[in-house]
């Protein structure tokens, strides 16, 4: 599988490491768990409907994120994706806790893959 990821992904991630100082290991363990299964995978998982995109866009609702002790797989951090299965490849598309934000940025997810 090959992993690649928007520059606002960076900027996401970067952001997000001044509060939680393992997330880039914990990113590494999500990316293991996608190379097995990266479609989507309820209730862990879910392709995001109603966009209109032939993309597949998938929204991951449970990361372990071991700064964040005792949370487990409900650390409130989503992770937004684009996968491309004819070509092995998915595309890390947004970050984000979800007590900062709601939900996911159409309009980024949009601007790349509309």
């Known amino acids: 599988m090959k ?5 606002e992904f960076k ?3 970067k952001k997000l490491l001044k ?11 999500v990316k293991m768990d996608l190379t097995d299964e990266p479609g989507e995978s309820p209730p862990f998982s879910y392709r995001i409907e109603g966009l209109g995109l032939t993309t597949c866009i998938i929204k991951v609702k449970k990361i372990a994120c071991r700064a964040m002790k005792g949370r487990g797989v409900n650390s409130g951090l989503r992770l937004i994706y684009a996968w491309f299965e004819e070509e092995n490849r998915i595309v890390f598309v947004e970050l984000y806790f979800k007590g900062d934000k709601e939900m996911e940025d159409r309009e ?3 601007k790349y893959f509309k």
Do not use: S
């Open 3 to 7: 992993f690649e990821q928007l520059d």
């Open 11 to 13: 900027r996401d991630v």
């Open 19 to 29: 509060k939680y100082r393992t997330l880039e290991d914990d990113l590494d363990v």
């Open 108 to 110: 980024r997810i949009f």
